[in-house]
């Protein structure tokens, strides 16, 4: 009986070495795995998203060689009614507000500041928009109606068979996709949890086979479909996008940072959601936009792309906010009004009309309570008009 005993412990001392080994060797994915659970926890949300390093695998930006642009102070504007209480109930980390690209305010709260490169979320939809427009510009992609497997030749067999390209860029794929932040168990879920581990998004992309009608039938707002644009582009030029984002885009508007992007197991970049940039660099890219594609005395950004991604061209139901290629029109929109905007309360609002753009980054738990997205559009709104 002795013998067993000490046989065993032998057994259980080898299990035990063995597991604090595999342990050890697993730290990283299992430390990001942890950041990941406690992303949007109450009292670490707000530096978990100055801080994504910790949770996720990154890779670099190129702001380039050249000088930072200026954005030059103008005359400090009076917030409008309301303003403060809603910077407090939104939890807002940031707040520019540009006028002819002069900074007309700006403000950091809750330990943030000027240097902080802040999660972009779903905002990093309307940067692929922007490339996209490049791309077609210099033929690498032939037009929005070829199909997305003349690219990504991998989703064969997949739900986005039949899908173009347009399809995609309208949010019109008909793919079943659960994007409900506050359900473990939903697909958006599933995919932050795949990135964590080091998986790749490619192949949690090929698996999904469900649909929920044909291909631009119906707007459905899922996330998936703009990592579908990744591939499209990746596809079509055999390039990592985050060098091609800074080749195209990012080396031309005198970033005062390198930012980042969140990426795979693989480093694929993570473009439907993981662009880390500072509150102004936001603005520098907003700028471009809302200046027709051009900065800096380049044209950046075909006009012709900006205009035809921002006006409102998805199937979306009358009446409701409508949506372009990656940009979003609020509701009763005049003219080149138009936003991107992230979970948690992330936005870049853009009024070509009044030559304003206001950034917003905030870390708010309650972006989804009905009314929230309506009462931040009416404040950006109210900041547009206030100058």
Same mark, same amino acid.
Do not use: C
């Given at each position: ?29 299992? #430390? ?36 930072? #642009? ?17 910077? #407090? ?17 700006? #403000? ?87 990135? &964590? ?71 694929? &970049? ?92 905030? &870390? ?24």
């Amino acid at each position: 009986m002795h013998r067993y005993l000490k046989l065993f412990s032998y057994f259980l001392i080898t299990l035990l070495i063995f597991a604090a080994a595999l342990a050890y060797w697993q730290r990283e994915p299992l #430390s990001r795995l942890m950041a990941v659970n406690t992303l949007f926890d109450e009292d670490r949300i707000v530096s978990n998203f100055s801080n994504m390093e910790g949770a996720f695998l990154t890779a670099p930006l190129d702001r380039g060689d050249g000088p930072v #642009s200026v954005l030059p102070a103008g005359v400090e504007m009076t917030l409008p009614p309301g303003a403060q209480d809603w910077i #407090s109930h939104r939890n807002v980390t940031s707040l520019l507000v540009l006028k002819g690209g002069q900074i007309r305010h700006e #403000s950091y709260y809750q330990g943030t500041g000027p240097d902080d490169l802040r999660i972009s979320w779903s905002m990093a939809k309307s940067y692929l928009s922007a490339l996209l427009g490049v791309l077609l510009r210099e033929d690498k992609i032939r037009s929005l109606d070829d199909l997305v497997i003349d690219y990504a030749p991998e989703l064969k067999g997949s739900a986005y068979e039949t899908a173009s390209i347009r399809n995609v860029l309208n949010m019109a794929s008909g793919v079943k996709f659960n994007e409900d932040y506050l359900d473990y168990d939903s697909d958006i879920n599933r995919m932050g949890r795949t990135l &964590a581990l080091g998986g790749t998004l490619d192949d949690f992309t090929a698996d999904l086979n469900e649909t929920i009608g044909g291909p631009g039938e119906a707007w459905q707002y899922v996330s998936i479909d703009t990592h579908v644009l990744g591939m499209v582009i990746r596809g079509a030029t055999g390039r990592p996008i985050p060098d091609l984002l800074s080749e195209k885009i990012l080396r031309h508007l005198g970033l005062e940072r390198a930012g980042y992007y969140l990426t795979d197991g693989e480093g694929v &970049a993570f473009v439907l959601g993981g662009i880390n940039q500072t509150t102004r660099d936001y603005g520098r890219f907003g700028q471009m936009i809302a200046q027709n594609g051009r900065y800096n005395g380049r044209q950046v950004v075909p006009q012709a792309w900006i205009a035809a991604s921002t006006r409102p061209s998805a199937p979306t139901e009358a009446g409701r906010i409508g949506y372009g290629f990656q940009w979003w029109i609020p509701k009763n929109a005049v003219p080149g009004e138009f936003l991107a905007r992230g979970v948690y309360g992330q936005y870049i609002y853009i009024n070509q009309g009044r030559d304003v753009v206001v950034v917003v980054t905030s &870390a708010d738990r309650g972006f989804r309570k009905p009314g929230v997205a309506d009462e931040n559009v009416k404040m950006l709104r109210a900041l547009a008009k206030s100058l």
